[in-house]
């Protein structure tokens, strides 16, 4: 037998580090090459830790919901020579966004702080403060001893090292923001605490809110042609090539096809520089049986045949339900769809997923009477309409591409070619 440091491995080419959900096995218990050891979680995606090799934990070196970077220990076991070992991911020091670990962290007494209203937060600030949930109210409670009041780096990482102590306390007496203290009445009834990927949803939601000013922009689209097209085919489809064909693919296809002619609105604000992305990667937002929300992204729409975005879609959304999905599924999307039509909403107003530049919702379809015009005359129809809304990031969207991306995706829907072949 010899000793081995079992350590966090890499889980996504994103993924920094992880929490320790639980152990499955322990200390001086035996286990066999292959047995999940421990599970840990990553941003959205819960990992399982197997053993390398047949043998007995020895030690636990991490703790239950502590955060974990890659390559730091989790525990000490005794493996059997027998077998080799596989390669880990190199130990390597904590990542520069990660809290300095102390065992117990001091809190700074404080009754009350000062709020930098011209807080700026550098691409650096914005990514360490995502990954240890800061919200952007907590960012601007931290002293600043950058120039002209800017927040360094140095700055957050001692202020998180310290506690966070600014966290929960309100605003000194003397700053001109104050946190009001309005003791609503929250009324009674069973408390539930939120789970872990509530609590993700809610930090992430705030941030993009008080990250991108949102502005969001509404069109309607005839789909009377493309849901003709999908009653008549979706039988055909199943049989040709054994997947079910959604709407969601057909939409995909169609906001694809606008981002290629208005490459703008695949991009991402850097500081002071613009990122227009060299790829189209769609992340579509799923609903989880928990009543979470995820979001696993659709790699190189632009490139996938009709068949390609079928098979992926009911892919993704078949592992977000099982969950199932893995880390790279859920990483590097430009752009977001979120489907409200599918709970009945004729439209809704989505919040961006954050560094993107702009999020689209559709709403129901429903049949409409509607005027249609003709050279002989208007006629009077049932078409069924849909309403398409962009939420956009107006630091780098304006109204005018904003509004003609929109027209775009209803013209390519509208346009839909109902000779297509499956």
């Given at each position: 037998?010899?000793?081995?440091?079992?350590?966090?491995?890499?889980?996504?080419?994103?993924?920094?580090?992880?929490?320790?959900?639980?152990?499955?096995?322990?200390?001086?218990?035996?286990?066999?090459?292959?047995?999940?050891?421990?599970?840990?979680?990553?941003?959205?995606?819960?990992?399982?830790?197997?053993?390398?090799?047949?043998?007995?934990?020895?030690?636990?070196?991490?703790?239950?919901?502590?955060?974990?970077?890659?390559?730091?220990?989790?525990?000490?076991?005794?493996?059997?020579?027998?077998?080799?070992?596989k390669?880990?991911?190199?130990?390597?020091?904590?990542?520069?966004?990660?809290?300095?670990?102390?065992?117990?962290?001091?809190?700074?007494?404080?009754?009350?702080?000062?709020?930098?209203?011209?807080?700026?937060?550098?691409?650096?600030?914005?990514?360490?403060?995502?990954?240890?949930?800061?919200?952007?109210?907590?960012?601007?409670?931290?002293?600043a001893?950058?120039?002209?009041?800017?927040?360094?780096?140095?700055?957050?990482?001692?202020?998180?090292?310290?506690?966070?102590?600014?966290?929960?306390?309100?605003?000194?007496?003397?700053?001109?923001?104050?946190?009001?203290?309005?003791?609503?009445?929250?009324g009674?009834?069973?408390?539930?605490?939120?789970?872990?990927?509530?609590q993700?949803?809610?930090?992430?939601?705030?941030?993009?809110?008080?990250?991108?000013?949102?502005?969001?922009?509404?069109?309607?689209?005839?789909?009377?042609?493309?849901?003709?097209?999908?009653?008549a085919?979706?039988?055909?489809?199943?049989?040709?090539?054994?997947?079910?064909?959604?709407?969601?693919?057909?939409?995909i296809?169609?906001?694809?096809?606008?981002?290629?002619?208005f490459?703008?609105?695949?991009?991402?604000?850097?500081?002071?520089?613009?990122?227009?992305?060299?790829h189209?990667?769609?992340?579509?937002?799923?609903?989880?049986?928990?009543?979470?929300?995820?979001?696993?992204?659709?790699?190189?729409?632009?490139?996938?045949?009709?068949?390609?975005l079928?098979?992926?879609?009911?892919?993704?959304?078949?592992?977000?339900?099982?969950?199932?999905?893995?880390a790279?599924?859920?990483?590097?999307?430009?752009?977001?769809?979120?489907?409200?039509?599918?709970?009945?909403?004729?439209?809704?107003?989505?919040?961006?997923?954050?560094p993107?530049?702009?999020?689209?919702?559709?709403?129901?379809?429903?049949?409409?009477?509607e005027?249609?015009?003709?050279?002989?005359?208007?006629?009077?129809?049932?078409?069924?309409?849909?309403?398409?809304?962009?939420?956009?990031?107006?630091?780098?969207?304006?109204g005018?591409?904003?509004?003609?991306?929109?027209?775009?995706?209803?013209?390519?829907?509208?346009?839909?070619?109902?000779?297509?072949?499956?």
């Amino acid at each position: 037998m010899k000793k081995h440091t079992l350590t966090l491995p890499r889980m996504g080419e994103s993924i920094t580090e992880g929490t320790l959900l639980n152990w499955l096995v322990g200390e001086g218990e035996s286990f066999a090459e292959g047995d999940i050891l421990c599970e840990v979680a990553t941003d959205k995606v819960d990992n399982e830790v197997p053993a390398p090799a047949a043998g007995t934990l020895i030690k636990h070196l991490a703790a239950t919901k502590e955060v974990v970077a890659v390559g730091a220990p989790l525990a000490e076991l005794e493996l059997s020579d027998e077998v080799v070992v596989k390669a880990e991911a190199p130990k390597t020091a904590a990542p520069a966004s990660a809290a300095p670990k102390t065992s117990k962290p001091k809190k700074k007494p404080a009754s009350g702080y000062t709020v930098n209203e011209n807080i700026f937060v550098s691409p650096l600030i914005e990514a360490i403060a995502r990954e240890q949930h800061i919200s952007f109210e907590e960012l601007a409670r931290i002293p600043a001893t950058g120039n002209e009041g800017r927040l360094r780096k140095s700055d957050v990482m001692q202020y998180i090292a310290d506690g966070r102590p600014y966290q929960y306390v309100q605003a000194a007496s003397d700053s001109g923001f104050k946190v009001p203290d309005l003791k609503f009445d929250k009324g009674t009834g069973e408390r539930v605490p939120m789970d872990r990927m509530r609590q993700m949803i809610a930090d992430h939601m705030v941030f993009s809110k008080h990250t991108s000013p949102h502005v969001t922009a509404y069109v309607e689209a005839d789909l009377t042609a493309m849901s003709t097209w999908r009653k008549a085919n979706k039988s055909a489809f199943m049989d040709t090539h054994g997947q079910k064909l959604t709407f969601t693919p057909l939409f995909i296809q169609a906001i694809a096809k606008a981002i290629q002619d208005f490459p703008n609105i695949n991009s991402s604000l850097d500081g002071e520089d613009i990122i227009i992305k060299d790829h189209i990667n769609i992340g579509m937002a799923t609903a989880l049986p928990s009543g979470n929300l995820i979001v696993p992204v659709v790699k190189n729409a632009d490139r996938l045949s009709l068949a390609e975005l079928a098979a992926e879609t009911n892919r993704l959304a078949l592992a977000a339900r099982e969950g199932n999905l893995k880390a790279d599924d859920t990483q590097g999307s430009t752009f977001t769809i979120s489907n409200v039509g599918t709970f009945g909403s004729l439209m809704g107003t989505p919040i961006i997923n954050q560094p993107e530049a702009a999020i689209l919702a559709t709403g129901i379809i429903k049949k409409r009477a509607e005027v249609i015009e003709y050279p002989e005359g208007d006629q009077i129809e049932i078409r069924q309409m849909m309403y398409l809304s962009l939420s956009f990031d107006h630091r780098i969207v304006d109204g005018f591409l904003a509004g003609s991306f929109l027209r775009r995706i209803a013209d390519y829907m509208e346009q839909f070619d109902s000779d297509k072949t499956i």
